[in-house]
């Protein structure tokens, strides 16, 4: 952070939700709030398959279960489990999960890119 900018404070309760590649997403800290990185509450129950050319995530499970693919492998989620996945990383997740997701840099929204079946 630079001198120029400012603390934030955010409650999840102020920010509306809305669907995204990865299920329901509330942006905590977002692009235009100029940080480092984003952070995002999301809600999963069955992700599209994508990666970001950009970024790197660092998965964090709050609550519920469920799984994950990343390129050619599968893991298992649930509370606790913290996953980092790199950028150009194919990555998907499924199940009952509420997750904190950093993203460095920020820009993220903007670095989603789709895998269609079979490519």
């Not at 990343?70 to 996945?85: C, N, P, R, S, T």
Request: glycine share 8%; proline share 4%; net charge negative.
């Amino acid at each position: 952070m630079t001198l120029s900018t400012q603390m934030i404070r955010r409650e999840i309760s102020e920010v509306t939700p809305w669907t995204e590649t990865c299920g329901l997403i509330r942006p905590l800290i977002e692009e235009n709030d100029q940080a480092a990185g984003e952070v995002h509450h999301l809600e999963i129950t069955d992700a599209t398959l994508h990666y970001h050319e950009r970024t790197d995530e660092f998965y964090y499970v709050l609550s519920g279960q469920g799984r994950m693919a990343l390129d050619d492998a599968e893991i298992e989620l649930h509370e606790g489990v913290v996953v980092y996945v790199p950028r150009g990383t194919k990555h998907r997740a499924w199940g009952d999960l509420k997750v904190l997701v950093v993203c460095i840099p920020r820009g993220v929204l903007h670095d989603v890119h789709e895998v269609r079946p079979g490519a």
